[in-house]
Nanobody
């Protein structure tokens, strides 16, 4: 079992920055696929960024490339999402998710349904 606890989030003005954290606990081998999704009411959940902790290999949605950075601590037990140059369209509930694929290639293609572990969600609001 894997448990995820998110923190961070809040309200900022356009152009501001926020950092989300996701603490991972539980038993797993030496690798885990961690992702951040976001969702606004009435829309599908969007995968924003992911990291395969073995090698710290990252992937990003086009909508956030160059603005968001996903990273992990040395132990691979906390994953961060640094969000810079925030825009009103970044407003959403952000969720941390985890899966246990064996290879990075699997982590890259996992969709929402492929992540069995989820955090509770944290709200990010960007206003003009």
């Amino acid at each position: 079992q894997v448990q995820l606890v998110e923190s961070g989030g809040g309200s900022v003005l356009t152009g501001g920055s926020l950092r989300l954290s996701c603490a991972v606990s539980g038993r797993f081998y030496d690798r885990i696929c961690m992702a951040w999704f976001r969702q606004v009411p009435g829309k599908e959940r969007e995968r924003v960024a992911s990291i395969f902790t073995l090698g710290a290999l990252t992937d990003y949605a086009d909508s956030v490339k160059g603005r968001f950075t996903i990273s992990q601590d040395n132990a691979g037990r906390t994953v961060y999402l640094q969000m810079n140059s925030l825009k009103p369209e970044d407003t959403a509930t952000y969720f941390c998710a985890a899966a246990l694929p064996w290879a990075r290639a699997e982590c890259q293609v996992l969709r929402e349904g492929g992540f069995p572990y989820w955090g509770q969600g944290t709200q990010v609001t960007v206003s003009q």
